[in-house]
């Protein structure tokens, strides 16, 4: 009996502890802890209350804030434009920066022995789960204003976003110049199908042939072209 | 005046109009029906207010309340399951299904002159967008009764879900004996890593070697190999 309520005390003193230490990241008071402590339980573990399940709904919870931010956000803009945009908010490694940010990894590290390795992805899935966390304590409202107040508002520079969003060619051209190599958009193809043209260009960087990419629109190829040979040297 | 006066009283027949028509699918009365008459204009229209970005919206939300439906349903299901499960409830051709129940067609051709084709995506587009009409219109609380009410408990049937979900193998069975053709799961390699083991399966259908797989359950190697051959021959 006396082991019990030593175990109990034992137990509320680290739930009191745990949940001051959220509601100084949250900012407000989480109820049920057990939420918390389960989005902390990185998969790799195996154990059947890991955190994969509140990452799943998290992923969806933070994507459809992220995209009624964003709709309101830009009145004007198309869904090809909304897509993308929300795609570098959500993206695993803004994800990770993210968790960091928040000092997940003490909480996820809490659970571990010395022995463990974590995936590259637990820390931005545990962001996730952590707001799966959430929106099954707190409901729809709280979570939405958590990640516009606490995350997008604080955290996401969407002005930077919008540059790196764009302009891959400039930034494939300030990563050549930086390391003197030429780069070249080679147009190896120019296809007339229907009334229009299909243009085939390819990126050669320093000699060597990196991606090719097709589209009806020249602009659009290099600038996909850009993208997908910044992703490899990167 | 006289015309502004009859234009008006025009648009207000017609908006009550719509408004009943809609009360009788939606189950609540909307309240701006600006946002559900451009739910109902297709993007082939090109017009800047067009339904593409409330798709988006609507196509978010319904992810969301989709994925909490689940999450409480299954709650000893991991998110491989889940993920797969809603994939197969907000997949195109549900929500064209789904778009024609709610006669949404009726909306869509309403808006166009005889000339015009839809898109094949266009009933699921409209009906995703309703679904962001809806958010906006009335808030996360309604569109989540909406979805679940009226679209899932109405028109979903998770249990046949789960029989498709699981038994590819049984499937491509089936496949194999209506066109009389020899099939076989060949374990291409069972390889030793850390304490387990992975299996290579490879599709043989006909004599012709289609899809390989490989997993730490043979079962699971088969029911994917099998998924993925049938992608590919449907």
């Known amino acids: 009996m006396l082991k019990l309520i030593q175990r109990l005390s ?8 745990l949940k001051k230490s959220l509601r100084s990241i949250l900012g407000f008071s989480p109820k049920n802890i057990a939420l918390y402590r389960q989005a902390f339980l990185h998969s790799s573990k195996k154990e059947s209350n890991s955190n994969e399940r509140l990452e799943f709904l998290g992923d969806a919870v933070l994507g459809a804030v992220v995209a009624e931010y964003l709709f309101k956000l830009f009145p004007y803009k198309d869904e090809g434009f909304l897509t993308l945009l929300r795609s570098k908010i959500v993206n695993g490694q803004s994800l990770h920066n ?4 928040f000092g997940l990894d003490n909480y996820l590290k809490a659970n571990m022995n010395d022995t463990e390795k974590l995936k590259s992805s637990a820390y931005g899935d545990a962001f996730e789960a952590l707001i799966g ?11 939405k204003a958590f990640i516009i107040n606490r995350i997008i508002k604080v955290h996401i520079d969407i002005d930077d976003l919008l540059i790196t969003n764009e302009d891959y060619k400039s930034q494939l051209q300030i990563y050549a110049q930086k390391n003197k190599l030429p780069l070249e958009y080679k147009l190896l193809n120019e296809e007339q199908k229907g009334k229009d043209k299909i243009y085939t260009i390819q990126v050669i960087l320093n000699g060597k042939k990196y991606v090719t990419f097709e589209h009806y629109s020249k602009r659009v190829a290099e600038q996909k072209a850009a993208q997908l040979t910044l992703e490899k040297i990167r």
Chains 1, 2 share one sequence.
């Open 98 to 101: 993210l968790a960091l940010k």
């Open 10 to 17: 034992a137990k509320n003193s680290s739930d009191s502890k």
């Open 133 to 143: 966390a959430i929106y099954l304590d707190k409901g729809f409202l709280v979570s």
